[in-house]
């Protein structure tokens, strides 16, 4: 294998690897929630994947980083994302349901198509469209379930499409910021500390409407494992965007709800392989390879 095709390669492992890290980070969180809220273990696991930025700062973070307009895009990022999209998310659940909620979150690839080539001037090749287009059935068929709720308001449908919305800019405005500073890990550092500050400010907030005393529980240490492993999948994400283009990367990151249910198909025995599984996966195989090979 030359260098230029392991060049080509490397972003695509990258992307493979969040996406998993991902799902495990997921996992770990899910176990998390036998003992404590999601509001607690979303803000836990937020403080995870910043302690692990903050714990690697002094090998790659440089003062004149600082001075530079990456942190401003940076910070940009962190105002949404992941504290607010996270609570899109979590309402999009209250009032839709997890099914529907699942299947509109599965268009981000479509829009970080869109954001990328507006904002970055990137290409859409025709197999990469149609292996985007392919893996997003996929994953809203994978959604699809019969327990779905039947009523709800129409507005809540902006929620989850506004999830989808904010994270492809935030992944397109991260590939622009990363062309001034190509460094990953200082874009997640920024982001998330950003983004943990305004989850503590809100959750203290939400305290003195509400007081209650946050306690010790399991829970908590499975969130803040969660957290670390998802700061590593956002290491990797950034590291494949700083190498390839949104395109590409973020369809195969999209993956994520499939290692999700493999994970817990496989390993933690929450899942029954269905027919409806096993199309989904022959959907997402050719779909990856043309977003893979697109070029």
Request: include cysteine; glycine fraction near 10%; proline fraction near 5%.
């Amino acid at each position: 294998m030359g260098i230029n095709q392991i060049n080509l390669t490397t972003p695509v492992v990258l992307a493979f690897a969040s996406a998993f890290l991902f799902a495990v980070g997921v996992q770990l969180q899910n176990l998390g929630l036998k003992y404590g809220r999601s509001q607690t273990g979303a803000l836990i696991s937020m403080l995870g994947s910043t302690v692990l930025f903050w714990l690697f700062s002094p090998w790659f973070l440089q003062l004149w980083y600082w001075g530079t307009s990456a942190v401003v895009i940076f910070a940009l990022v962190g105002v949404f994302r992941p504290f607010l999209t996270s609570n899109l998310a979590i309402s999009g659940i209250r009032h839709l349901g997890p099914t529907l909620t699942s299947i509109l979150a599965s268009t981000a690839p479509v829009f970080a198509a869109f954001f990328a080539i507006v904002i970055l001037g990137e290409t859409l090749t025709i197999p990469i469209a149609l292996g985007t287009l392919t893996i997003v059935l996929a994953i809203g068929l994978l959604a699809r379930k019969s327990e779905a709720k039947s009523t709800w308001p129409v507005w809540a449908l902006a929620l989850p499409v506004g999830a989808a919305v904010l994270r492809a800019l935030g992944h397109a405005l991260t590939k622009l910021g990363l062309d001034i500073i190509p460094d990953p890990l200082f874009a997640g550092l920024v982001s998330y500390s950003v983004s943990l500050v305004i989850a503590l400010g809100s959750a203290l907030g939400q305290r003195k409407r509400t007081p209650a005393r946050l306690r010790w529980t399991p829970g908590l240490l499975w969130f803040f494992c969660g957290g670390i492993v998802n700061g590593i999948s956002i290491w990797s994400l950034n590291t494949a965007l700083n190498m390839g283009d949104v395109v590409k990367i973020i369809p195969i990151v999209a993956l994520s709800p499939v290692f999700t249910l493999l994970l817990g198909l496989f390993v933690f025995r929450r899942e029954t392989l269905t027919l409806r599984i096993v199309l989904a996966l022959l959907l997402i195989v050719p779909g990856v390879i043309l977003v893979a090979s697109g070029h």
